[in-house]
DNA sequence: AATTAATTAATACAGTCGTATTATTATCGG
DNA sequence: CCGATAATAATACGACTGTATTAATTAATT
């Protein structure tokens, strides 16, 4: 029985793939053949490991919430002062140059793709809410959050603002490359909190 | 040379097929021949009218947002309390129940779509983006925004809050159900306003 | 070295894709 | 009525789609 223990990171390499693809081409192009040729495999190869494209676009969305998920937690376990390892999270969630860019962005487009399948979104099991969460608990702890706010809506409203500026992002380069994003979100932090960030 | 007069209209009608197709399957399931028959026509008649698919997604494009806009214009020009109009503006930007649900999401489909399109994105020509800014002008006019906030921050705040509900409001119904959406943007509103809404 | 299972490559199938061509029908101005 | 043109329908082409099958290759265990 050779070559098992490879097995589980061979799929991570194709679905990594799979990101790439839906990235540059979106859902559309995300078809398992070009898949198979971003992975640098042939189509059976690519059978082999999934049985079909529903489980391997289905892996590729799992395994980008758990990134994000991981990536999440690393960062709360870092040593800084609070207020900047809460933009640092805030930050990490949007399509930043580098790494952060490609999962935001797969997230996105993941996320419309569920609205025509028929899925129902469970937010609850989105890291990226969940992540949101912890920040908004975060600040309830610290005692940074304003006395009159609402801590449910404010979480709300923080992940629409996030998945909007992540949206926005995507299309319209500008919003990175000046810094606008980082602006956008210091700016929301310190209209809901009582202390300057 | 008979029905000339009916060409707009025939147009308009494809373009509109191409919409619920869109807003059923996504963009993924936007082909020629699904809008055809949507649109109850033969393959050959959709391409009397538009050349290319490429032709007939660009036309429905440009005719969802200039209904937006027209919308927009429309609620402005009502005779009702200042307050109360820009509440109704921008929740006619969501995909409520009714009209507007069609619109929102399809816009966003497109959104998203010129993304893998490489085009660029230009928020000025963006109903929804103006709309959001003639909103914000408004809030000056009547002297409402709070002394501190920066004009141009809170701009591209409320546009990006605005694209992240639009896009939780597709894939979570609860968020619509409950009139979560209205109280979000209520609520945003007061954060950024001296008086209560 | 032989065996066994993991892995790959190659090919095939029916269906859909965008586009194109053709013939036919419908409707107006003359 | 007649001819011009808008409008429709039908069909065809090559490319691509997801899925399936088969044979060949690779590598670890016995």
Redesign the pocket.
Known sequence: ????I??AK?KEMIAKAAWKVILEQGME??????IAKEAG?????L??YF????DLLGFARDLIYQKTAERMTRIFKLDMPPKEKIVQVLLDLMPTPGETKLEAEVRLVFKIHARHQGEVFDAEKDSVYLAIKEVMSYLVLLNLLKKDADLHLETERMYSLLDGLALDGMIRPQLLETHKLKRIIVYHLNSICMEEF
Chains 1, 2 share one sequence.
């Open positions: 029985m050779p070559k098992l490879e097995h061979r192009g995300a078809s398992v053949r070009n495999i042939s189509l059976g190869s059978r082999y049985a079909s494209q529903n």
